[in-house]
């Protein structure tokens, strides 16, 4: 199976920068993928890393390392909007393609 | 890019009745999707793999005699939940393949059974 931890609520402010951890256990690693889930609705795709190394997307980047079974999203320059839940989930080659098991999500506030 | 759409968004039934949640691959073609479901505070739990043309592949604990799914073309997969009880009261939500590992999220059917 799949086991995938990271912290259940974080608290930053406006205009801050903040790191959401995620850490992982599986075999066959094919992918990890963090989402933004504002309340009330579907998951929306913010990236997907497969090889070590950050992945940078505007205000948001996206770290992985295989080897520790370690990801963050950092967020920069954050915004009000950015309120949100944050699920970092991780595919992996020995369940169908493209099926994801999803960690229990980051809640995530930004204060004025 | 790519669009899943999901029908309906809200759906109130009462305790007994079936319920047909729709998801259908607007520009393009999805020969696999998948089903979630989602209780208030947690993360999404994966219910099935919905297959184009064959029958759908469950998750270990989901009833598949109660949570139907039909997959009947590239681009439309239906769950149908049966004799629903309050405790099928949840958040459903499907998703597609789009192209290589990343899928797209339909926006959700919140069921509520009375």
């Known amino acids: 199976g799949q086991n995938i931890d990271q912290p259940t609520e974080m608290t930053a402010t406006e205009g801050a920068i903040v790191q959401i951890n995620c850490t992982y256990q599986?075999?066959?690693?094919?992918?990890l993928f963090w989402y933004q889930q504002h309340a009330g609705e579907a998951p929306t795709f913010l990236s997907y890393?497969?090889?070590?190394g950050l992945e940078e997307k505007g205000r948001f980047s996206s770290f992985l390392s295989r080897s520790k079974g370690y990801s963050y999203l950092l967020l920069k320059e954050l915004q009000m909007k950015d309120s949100a839940s944050y699920l970092c989930?991780?595919?992996?080659?020995?369940?169908?393609?493209?099926?994801?098991?999803f960690g229990d999500g980051t809640t995530l506030t930004v204060k004025p | 890019g790519a669009v899943v759409s999901q029908h309906p968004s809200r759906v109130i039934c009462k305790s007994g009745t079936s319920v047909k949640i729709e998801c259908r691959s607007l520009?393009?073609?999805?020969?696999?999707m998948f089903w979630y479901r989602q209780f208030p505070k947690q993360s999404l739990m994966l219910m099935a793999t919905s297959n184009e043309g064959s029958k759908a592949t469950y998750e270990q604990g989901v009833e598949k005699d109660k949570f139907l799914i039909n997959h009947a073309s590239l681009t439309l997969s239906t769950l149908t939940v049966t004799s629903a009880h309050p405790e099928d009261s949840s958040f459903y939500i499907c998703?597609?393949?789009?192209?290589?590992?990343?899928?797209?999220f339909g926006s959700g059917t919140r069921l509520t059974v009375v």
């Open positions: 998703s597609a393949i789009t192209g290589g590992p990343v899928s797209t």
């Open positions: 520009d393009f073609q999805a020969t696999t």
């Open positions: 890393n497969v090889l070590d």
């Open positions: 989930a991780v595919s992996s080659y020995n369940t169908n393609a493209g099926k994801s098991t």
């Open positions: 599986t075999s066959g690693f094919n992918g």
